[in-house]
């Protein structure tokens, strides 16, 4: 199997929550690559400062303000990219929110909205637009997830509710829109990206001094730059091969 980025030159890609750590790396990596990039994220004037630091890459790096939460404001991000850059035919699905540690039953739960709002009702908003940007032009496109391993199994220890729960979500909707795209007879793939533990701003310092985090991930971390790489692997394969899920962890991670 050939890998090879160059079918994507000068073509469009959306890469939410690319403000900074994972998002922006995958960002990043891209421009280099020679994909025009839409950058999205409330923080634009992050996005701002990693464009003005790719300037003279082969691609290029746009910035556009958007909360995702609100489906107005995700319809609005992509009218803005077919109407001034070009119709999408990358979707990196990057936003998402880890939220304060607390256990389910003794935690507040005004922490659960904002987590599902973002990692899984703004997920679903933006991959329907971009879906139907791709239907509408007929592009052999592709979808990619950034789910976690917690989508996939829950931690032992206690402190991490909702977020697993919003990335089994993530894991079940991957699927749905696999199995949608093929009945509709549509060349998009799907990919889901599990990864471990990264050194992302997702984990505050807090976060990182508790017993519960130093047994299980300690510095055993992946980089931004890691998980941008395996984005690319996935891209870069040939338009008849579809890698639906991948897991990237850190070697030696006990999770």
Not at 180 to 188: H, P, Q, R, S
Request: aromatic content about 6%; some cysteine.
């Amino acid at each position: 199997m050939v890998v090879s980025m160059d079918r994507w030159v000068g073509k469009v890609a959306v890469v939410t929550g690319a403000s900074s750590g994972i998002g922006a790396a995958i960002a990043t990596k891209l421009v280099e690559a020679g994909v025009i990039v839409v950058g999205v994220a409330r923080r634009k004037n992050l996005i701002e400062q990693t464009a003005k630091s790719l300037e003279g890459k082969k691609g290029k790096l746009h910035a556009f303000s958007a909360d995702l939460t609100k489906e107005e404001e995700a319809k609005k991000v992509f009218k803005w990219t077919s109407d001034n850059v070009g119709p999408v035919s990358i979707l990196v699905n990057g936003a998402g929110r880890f939220g304060p540690p607390n256990t389910f039953f003794d935690g507040p739960s005004e922490n659960w909205k904002p987590i599902l709002d973002i990692n899984v009702l703004g997920l679903c908003y933006v991959t329907k637009e971009a879906v139907t940007v791709m239907r509408a032009n007929k592009i052999d496109g592709h979808v990619i997830n950034m789910n976690s391993i917690l989508g996939h199994s829950v931690p032992v220890h206690v402190g991490c509710t909702m977020y697993p729960t919003s990335k089994y979500a993530v894991t079940a909707l991957s699927e749905i829109f696999r199995l949608e795209v093929i009945k509709d007879n549509l060349k998009i793939k799907i990919t889901s990206i599990s990864a471990g533990a990264a050194d992302t701003p997702l984990f505050t310092e807090e976060q990182r001094k508790t017993k519960s985090f130093q047994d299980s991930i300690g510095d055993r971390m992946l980089t931004s730059e890691d998980i941008a790489d395996a984005v690319l692997f996935a891209l870069s394969t040939p338009p008849k091969v579809e890698i639906f899920d991948i897991v990237i962890k850190p070697l030696n991670e006990l999770a």
